[in-house]
């Protein structure tokens, strides 16, 4: 069965420093890719989202993921990071020619100090 | 364009009882998913409807059913609660429906919990 893997349930950064988020799926047949983030008390925002089009996907608040399939990552980064994107941050894969339904990782929590 | 509604925000229930959640889908979507999010943990999925009808289940026991009505808005309805069932409940409506990989937008969630 798919799964996803995120590395790091809690990295913590300075405020203008990079933001590396590690993810990696299991599936031989690359599959849809998603980043969601959740901030406390709220639902998932999409940040960004990769289908088979450019292997580098940007998204908003300037993150952005590069799929890489020899390595079965798609790991998020910011070049510099603001306090507020303090969050949570799922990765999540959906397996094509599947529902669509959306198995996530367990998260990581993105702490930014001033 | 409204985004995705549930309703209730938050809710308190005891061991045994049922419970009813609701989730209006964002506007032009058709169909709905299902996310249960325990503490500290991944969203994992429950089910998906498309027109009406479930289009796919997650590793979730019977007592887990759902609707989904002919204005694609839908219930999440558990029956028989358990402790563990004390979770976030996320919806979350996309465009399409078998097969496809529109991207799903997620409701705030309503917050259970079981005692």
């Known amino acids: 069965a798919q799964s996803v893997t995120q590395l790091g349930s809690h ?10 988020l590690r993810c990696n799926y299991s599936s031989s047949v690359p599959p849809y890719l ?8 709220q639902g998932l925002q999409l940040l960004l989202k990769y289908t088979s089009a450019a292997t580098l996907v940007k ?8 799929f890489k399939k020899s ?3 798609f790991h998020l980064t910011k070049p510099s990071a603001h306090m507020s994107d303090a969050a949570e941050y799922f990765c999540a894969v959906s397996d094509r020619g599947s529902q669509g339904n959306l198995i996530f990782g367990k998260g990581t929590k993105l702490s930014v100090k001033p | 364009e409204t985004g995705v509604t549930q309703s209730p925000t938050h809710l308190i229930k005891t061991r045994g009882q049922q419970v009813t959640l609701r989730c209006s889908s964002q506007s032009g979507h ?11 943990q991944g969203p994992q999925f429950i089910f998906q409807y498309y027109r009406e009808e479930e289009n796919g ?4 026991p019977p007592r887990f059913s759902g609707l989904q009505f002919p204005n694609y808005s839908s219930e999440l ?11 976030l409940y996320l919806c979350a409506s996309s465009r399409g429906g078998a097969g496809t990989q529109e991207t799903q937008y997620f409701g705030p969630g309503t917050r259970l919990l079981v005692l």
């Open chain 1, 11 to 20: 990295v913590s950064v300075s405020e203008g420093a990079l933001v590396l």
């Open chain 1, 34 to 41: 998603f980043w969601y983030v959740q901030y406390p008390n």
């Open chain 1, 59 to 66: 998204g908003i608040n300037g993150f952005e993921a590069e």
């Open chain 1, 71 to 73: 390595e079965t990552s």
């Open chain 2, 30 to 40: 058709n169909t709905v998913s299902w996310y249960q999010q325990a503490l500290g």
């Open chain 2, 57 to 60: 289940r997650g590793n979730f």
């Open chain 2, 77 to 87: 309805n558990v029956n028989a609660l358990e402790l563990d069932d004390s979770a």
